[in-house]
């Protein structure tokens, strides 16, 4: 059964690496610039379809305890003045810089879950994301079809 099915607009944003921000209080901040608030606004985006789908099966309630499938499709907007050198550059998003997709996907695991103390970065599909055992993930150039953002569904195994 599908958990969730979710497209999230926006610039997709890479799971960084973490960075200290304070040598004293050992205080932390991603490497990536937008990376949190763009978690934040996908798993906002999850919660929402959660709230709207209210499964009828009780054991499916969110955030679902058991092993999950989850499928990316990140649509992502080249960068200005960008000329596709290769013809595979017009569909796929091959730039210096257009994000790892392992990253890319990283960041949606982590948004989907429920286990970060900042209780706006959980979406609570999944209690934790090592509940995922298939991933199907992707990248396209954004275009007038497909919108730049994030396709999410997560499913029951």
Same mark, same amino acid.
């Given at each position: 059964?599908?958990?969730? !099915?979710?497209? /999230?607009?926006?610039?997709?944003?890479?799971? =960084?690496?973490?960075?200290?921000?304070?040598?004293?209080?050992? &205080?932390?901040?991603?490497?990536?610039?937008?990376?949190?608030?763009?978690?934040?606004?996908?798993?906002?985006?999850?919660? *929402?379809?959660?709230?709207?789908?209210?499964?009828?099966?009780?054991?499916?309630?969110?955030?679902?305890?058991?092993?999950?499938?989850?499928?990316?499709?990140?649509?992502?907007?080249?960068?200005? =003045?960008?000329?596709?050198?290769?013809?595979?550059?017009?569909?796929?998003?091959?730039?210096?810089? &257009?994000?790892?997709? *392992?990253?890319? /996907?990283? +960041?949606?695991?982590?948004?989907?879950?429920?286990?970060?103390? +900042? &209780? @706006?970065?959980?979406?609570?599909?999944?209690? !934790? *994301? +090592?509940? /995922?055992?298939?991933? &199907?993930?992707? @990248?396209?150039?954004?275009? *007038?079809?497909?919108p730049a953002g994030v396709r999410i569904v997560v499913e029951t195994l």
């Open positions: 059964m599908i958990i969730v !099915d979710v497209f /999230v607009p926006g610039a997709a944003k890479t799971k =960084g690496s973490m960075e200290v921000r304070n040598r004293v209080t050992g &205080a932390m901040k991603e490497s990536v610039a937008g990376s949190s608030r763009w978690r934040a606004l996908m798993a906002q985006a999850v919660r *929402d379809d959660i709230a709207r789908r209210q499964p009828p099966v009780a054991e499916l309630r969110a955030p679902y305890p058991g092993p999950v499938s989850v499928t990316v499709a990140a649509y992502l907007t080249p960068p200005a =003045g960008w000329v596709a050198r290769f013809l595979t550059a017009v569909i796929w998003p091959i730039w210096p810089r &257009a994000g790892d997709l *392992d990253k890319l /996907v990283r +960041n949606v695991l982590d948004a989907i879950g429920s286990t970060s103390r +900042n &209780a @706006k970065m959980n979406g609570g599909a999944i209690v !934790d *994301d +090592n509940l /995922v055992c298939r991933i &199907a993930a992707w @990248k396209h150039v954004a275009d *007038d079809r497909h």
